[in-house]
Every structure is written in structure tokens, then in C-alpha cells.
């Protein structure tokens, strides 16, 4: 009988945008189990709450072909123990240019020394989600221009009502 293997793909999905769903969709191939993981982080400021994310990704993973298979959850602490905690195999981080391997690496081997039992998988960013980053996406709505096409329907909405209400 084989094993289920499950990933985690972290971040802090502030908010979710068309380049996390892309590789959600990617890693629901790749792994029998995907556990998308909103990363608690009392020291960052957010514009949406962490159960308003959970939430936004819930919505926007609902039409994926497989969704019995990815899974929603928050956590605090280490990585590589909620990883433990869930039997995860690996990691998945997604990697939009050089700048994000430079950033990447140290952690992907902190995480290798702390659970060697773990492997970090990282998928490259799809060329026509490259641009797109939570930070940029949140800028561009706050200074009025058009976030269609960079994040699912229902978060463009609640992240122009959210920007609007500054």
C-alpha cells in the first residue's frame, strides 16, 4: 500500500493571487495531498486577517479539479514542525525570478538541517503570473488601477472594498 504524500505550500497569501493558484494547481498534480498554509505572523501587518485568508483561498481553491485534495489551514512556529505534524514530504515554494531563489535558499536549507526527512520542491512561476506578487497587487489597488486577471474574482472584490475603505 503507498503512502499518501502530502505538501505544504506556506505563505502569507495577502492577499491569494492567480500566481498561488497556478501553483496549487501544479502541486495537486504532483502530490496526493496539498495543504495550503497561512502563515500567523503577529509582527506583519496584513490587510487581511489571517481566518479572512483562509477564507479567500477556501473561495478561490473551490473550482479547482481536485479539491478533495488540497486542504486549508493557519499556523505559527516552525515550518518544518507543522510539517512534521501533518506528514508532509515537502515543501512547496514557488520562484518568481533570482531574487526569490537568493531569498529562498537559506530557508530551504535551515529546513533541510532541521527535518532532513522533509524536501523543499520549488516550482517556477508560469510566465504570464511572473509579475504578479501580493505586495504589487495590493499597491496597485490601493492607488486605484485595475487588479483584474492578478487575483480570483471574489478577492479583487473584497480587496477593492478593503483598499476603498483605506
Do not use: W
Amino acid at each position: 500500500m503507498s503512502q499518501t504524500r502530502i505538501a505544504l505550500f506556506p505563505g502569507s497569501f495577502d492577499p491569494i493571487t492567480e500566481g498561488h493558484l497556478d501553483l496549487i494547481r501544479r502541486a495537486a498534480r504532483l502530490f496526493d495531498r496539498v495543504v495550503v498554509t497561512v502563515l500567523i505572523n503577529p509582527a506583519k501587518q496584513s490587510l487581511f486577517t489571517v481566518d479572512e485568508r483562509v477564507d479567500l483561498i477556501r473561495e478561490s481553491c473551490a473550482g479547482i479539479d481536485s479539491p478533495g485534495h488540497i486542504e486549508v489551514d493557519a499556523f505559527g512556529g516552525l515550518l518544518v514542525e507543522y510539517a512534521q505534524r501533518v506528514g508532509a514530504v515537502a515543501i512547496v515554494r514557488g520562484l518568481r525570478s533570482s531574487t526569490d531563489f537568493e531569498y529562498e535558499q537559506p530557508m530551504i536549507a535551515m529546513n533541510a538541517h532541521l527535518a532532513p526527512g522533509i524536501d523543499t520542491v520549488c516550482l517556477l512561476a508560469s510566465a504570464q503570473h511572473a509579475h504578479i506578487s501580493s505586495r504589487l497587487v495590493k499597491e496597485v489597488a490601493s492607488l486605484g488601477g485595475s487588479v483584474t486577471g492578478m487575483v480570483p474574482r471574489a478577492v479583487e472584490a473584497r480587496l477593492m472594498a478593503r483598499v476603498r475603505k483605506g
